[in-house]
């Protein structure tokens, strides 16, 4: 009975000792490996625009049952986000105001989720626009559109595949941004 006891006490003592014992470690989010950022022109067949695309990006028609002829999707896999272009040719001014109108509501319909929104206003000689950020627990977190004002309108819009999470998107986030900025800045229309 006293070598039961005496192995009990034993094993007993033995379980509680600091080796055994784990600490978890703290929450942190994935190491994110960034591409090198290298461009190529793209041309849209058709659709009378093109851009600088990068490398890690991939340009699909989109795949909405409703989506026009010139509506593109640059999906950017690496990251789980997808930026959704949609081209209009312009048909006259009442056709010019109900596309800035459309934009305008598509932006501001995250209004109640938005901590902010900012209007960056795009002024170039062959176009003007607006490039809008959103910040906060708003689906999307970046538009765009950009038009001549006479024939061509292109609107754009950063969304990703999951329910985002402002602190672990940041730096994915600010690296698309900066592709969205490129897009906008190399984009020319065709003639």
Avoid at 69 to 83: Q, S
Wanted: glycine fraction near 4%.
């Amino acid at each position: 009975m006293r070598i039961i006891i005496i192995l009990f006490c034993l094993i007993f003592l033995s379980a509680c000792t600091q080796e055994n014992q784990t600490t978890p470690r703290p929450r942190g989010f994935q190491r994110i490996e960034y591409p090198k950022k290298e461009y190529s022109r793209f041309y849209l067949r058709d659709c009378n625009y093109s851009f600088a695309l990068p490398t890690y990006g991939s340009v699909m028609a989109d795949p909405y049952p409703a989506a026009e002829e010139c509506w593109y999707n640059i999906y950017y896999k690496p990251f789980g986000a997808t930026l959704h272009l949609s081209y209009r040719t312009i048909k006259n001014r009442t056709d010019l105001f109900t596309l800035l109108n459309d934009s305008r509501e598509m932006v501001f319909k995250h209004v109640m989720r938005a901590d902010q929104i900012i209007e960056n206003y795009i002024n170039k000689p062959a176009y003007h626009g607006i490039y809008y950020e959103l910040d906060g627990s708003t689906a999307t977190n970046a538009q765009f559109y950009v038009t001549d004002s006479t024939q061509h309108f292109l609107r754009g819009s950063l969304y990703f595949n999951t329910k985002t999470n402002q602190d672990s998107i940041a730096p994915v986030l600010a690296f698309l941004k900066a592709d969205m900025l490129h897009l906008i800045e190399t984009l020319e229309w065709e003639k």
